[in-house]
């Protein structure tokens, strides 16, 4: 085994028991929680090695390095979510191989999916980013939506062809009223969720926590988890 593999192995696996753990503790079975593993900035063999020790599903935030890795590692049976802020004119490319995009969050990038979706004949699932920093222009520093734009946007998408609702997804907001209160985040997140699938009842994805609180996202009822650091190691700082 490769120094990398074997570093890779065992942060997967202390990752694991704290998913495990956070179950146990939820009183909620490991196989309602799915680990994304985070991979941006990391190079396509980080990918290969994941695969190879079981992950299937991967996350990447940024196009110009998202394409060309999923590109490279076409040949692995995994999953591919995109979820960073989307510009339109990257649409074209992110449905080329993301299998979920997770960071829906205004009508304009609705309806570039939509189109493109149709064009590449493909099917993406789309989470609604769900902003609790949101100002008045309704959208958080982050991107995302207002939990009150939720109900009008997710109608947009399930109207939309080439499209699937899948469900919500947040980021623990830095500033605003939720700031430093994971829980409060994602137990609010649980509730919006609630409400979305009495309308759309198969919309019933939760995409919450990462390296530093996933234990909090598992005890609220999060059905996914996005991990970077605590699987691939701390990012060099760029610059």
Request: proline content about 3%; some cysteine.
């Amino acid at each position: 085994m490769t120094d990398r593999k074997g570093e890779l192995a065992a942060n997967l696996a202390r990752v694991e028991d704290r998913i495990t753990a956070a179950c146990v503790a939820a009183g909620r079975k490991r196989e309602e929680v799915t680990l994304i593993v985070v991979t941006k900035t990391y190079p396509a063999s980080d990918v290969r090695i994941l695969s190879e020790l079981g992950v299937r599903h991967v996350a990447e935030n940024r196009d110009q390095d998202a394409a060309p890795k999923a590109a490279e590692c076409s040949d692995l049976p995994l999953s591919w979510h995109f979820v960073g802020q989307l510009q339109t004119n990257k649409v074209r490319s992110v449905v080329g191989y993301a299998d979920v995009v997770q960071s829906v969050d205004r009508a304009k990038l609705v309806t570039a999916l939509s189109r493109e979706a149709v064009r590449a004949e493909r099917e993406i699932g789309c989470l609604l980013q769900v902003a609790f920093d949101a100002d008045a222009s309704g959208r958080g520093e982050r991107g995302g939506v207002a939990p009150e734009g939720i109900e009008e946007l997710a109608g947009l998408v399930a109207a939309s062809a080439g499209l699937r609702l899948d469900g919500l997804m947040t980021v623990a907001p830095l500033t605003g009223e939720y700031a430093g209160r994971q829980q409060a985040v994602f137990e609010r997140l649980m509730d919006l969720s609630t409400d979305l699938r009495r309308a759309h009842p198969a919309a019933n994805m939760v995409s919450a926590g990462m390296s530093a609180d996933l234990e909090q996202a598992v005890a609220a009822g999060a059905t996914h988890v996005r991990v970077g650091s605590a699987v691939l190691g701390v990012r060099p700082r760029l610059g």
